[in-house]
């Protein structure tokens, strides 16, 4: 069963997700555009991070849907779970190299799992997409004699390994200084500009967000309060993306009354 009515790359519907007995997201709904750059933004907490392991496959919904490139992956086995995932890249939060291998051999793990290429072929792909990344004849180094902003990059590198038609993020910026951040930042730019891509970006860094972002989702509490475009985001007068986007410190006390009446209004825009 496909979605053909929709030409969305990621479609997310009436979604929910629970651990036990405790509901993490709550039936939210969203699409991601083909070749768009959707940014997710939530502090910690909010269920961004269950949302994105729920888009590549890592957690199963309680309940809902959600359609990668016209296939519903709430409801197929693993086995052809792993065919969509040849369609991905997944770069992480700490880029979980394997330590134990080069950086190249990192790169071209996916190639040598997934494929039949020759050796000297997997060699070239694995130069050009340390080349697309910055770190040219680092196919040797071990990832403990890399930096953190040039690990973030093999990551990456590993992550486009298989031509991907959507790349994922799990805060890319995260633990860098503004300098090095500011690198990734272009690099996700570069990238987006030399490919016809989908890219899913799951942070809470606002000046990263704000460059690289075609729209964003704002998720709070396993809601989706907001979703729109950065000039949308930024007229919004809804109370939680304000507090958010102002840096305002939360209430010692919020209630679960409290909040709800703040999540009054339009939750699928930020023209509130």
């Given at each position: 069963?496909?979605?053909?009515?929709?030409?969305?790359?990621?479609?997310?519907?009436?979604?929910?997700?629970?651990?036990?007995?405790?509901?993490?997201?709550?039936?939210?709904?969203?699409?991601?555009?083909?070749?768009?750059?959707?940014?997710?933004?939530?502090?910690?907490?909010?269920?961004?991070?269950?949302?994105?392991?729920?888009?590549?496959?890592?957690?199963?919904?309680?309940?809902?849907?959600?359609?990668?490139?016209?296939?519903?992956?709430?409801?197929?086995?693993?086995?052809?779970?792993?065919?969509?995932?040849?369609?991905?890249?997944?770069?992480?939060?700490?880029?979980?190299?394997?330590?134990?291998?080069?950086?190249?051999?990192?790169?071209a793990l996916p190639l040598r799992e997934h494929t039949n290429l020759e050796d000297s072929t997997?060699?070239?792909?694995?130069?050009?997409?340390?080349?697309?990344?910055?770190?040219?004849?680092?196919?040797?180094?071990?990832?403990?004699?890399?930096?953190?902003?040039?690990?973030?990059?093999?990551?990456?590198?590993?992550?486009?390994?298989?031509?991907?038609?959507?790349?994922?993020?799990?805060?890319?910026?995260?633990?860098?200084?503004?300098?090095?951040?500011?690198?990734?930042?272009?690099?996700?730019?570069?990238?987006?500009?030399?490919?016809?891509?989908?890219m899913v970006v799951v942070t809470h860094e606002l000046a990263s967000a704000f460059l690289i972002?075609?729209?964003?989702?704002?998720?709070?509490?396993?809601?989706?309060?907001?979703?729109?475009?950065?000039?949308?985001?930024?007229?919004?007068?809804?109370?939680?993306?304000?507090?958010?986007?102002?840096?305002?410190?939360?209430?010692?006390?919020?209630?679960?009354?409290?909040?709800?009446?703040?999540?009054?209004?339009?939750?699928?825009?930020?023209?509130?």
């Open positions: 069963m496909t979605n053909d009515a929709s030409d969305a790359a990621i479609s997310v519907v009436n979604l929910s997700v629970s651990y036990g007995e405790r509901e993490i997201l709550h039936g939210i709904t969203f699409d991601v555009r083909r070749g768009e750059t959707m940014v997710i933004l939530g502090g910690s907490g909010s269920g961004k991070s269950t949302l994105l392991r729920t888009l590549v496959g890592l957690e199963k919904p309680s309940s809902g849907e959600v359609w990668i490139q016209g296939v519903n992956i709430a409801n197929i086995s693993e086995r052809e779970m792993d065919v969509i995932r040849k369609k991905m890249g997944m770069s992480f939060q700490g880029s979980a190299l394997f330590g134990s291998l080069t950086v190249g051999e990192n790169v997997i060699e070239i792909m694995v130069r050009i997409k340390l080349g697309q990344v910055g770190l040219s004849n680092f196919e040797d180094y071990m990832p403990s004699e890399l930096s953190g902003g040039m690990k973030k990059r093999a990551a990456v590198a590993r992550a486009l390994s298989m031509d991907p038609e959507i790349l994922f993020f799990d805060e890319p910026s995260a633990g860098l200084d503004p300098i090095i951040a500011a690198g990734l930042d272009e690099l996700i730019m570069n990238l987006k500009k030399a490919y016809a891509i989908t972002a075609d729209r964003m989702v704002y998720v709070d509490r396993g809601h989706i309060i907001a979703l729109g475009t950065k000039e949308e985001f930024q007229a919004s007068t809804h109370p939680r993306v304000r507090q958010f986007l102002d840096r305002v410190p939360e209430p010692e006390v919020l209630d679960e009354l409290d909040y709800l009446q703040m999540l009054t209004g339009d939750r699928k825009t930020a023209k509130d």
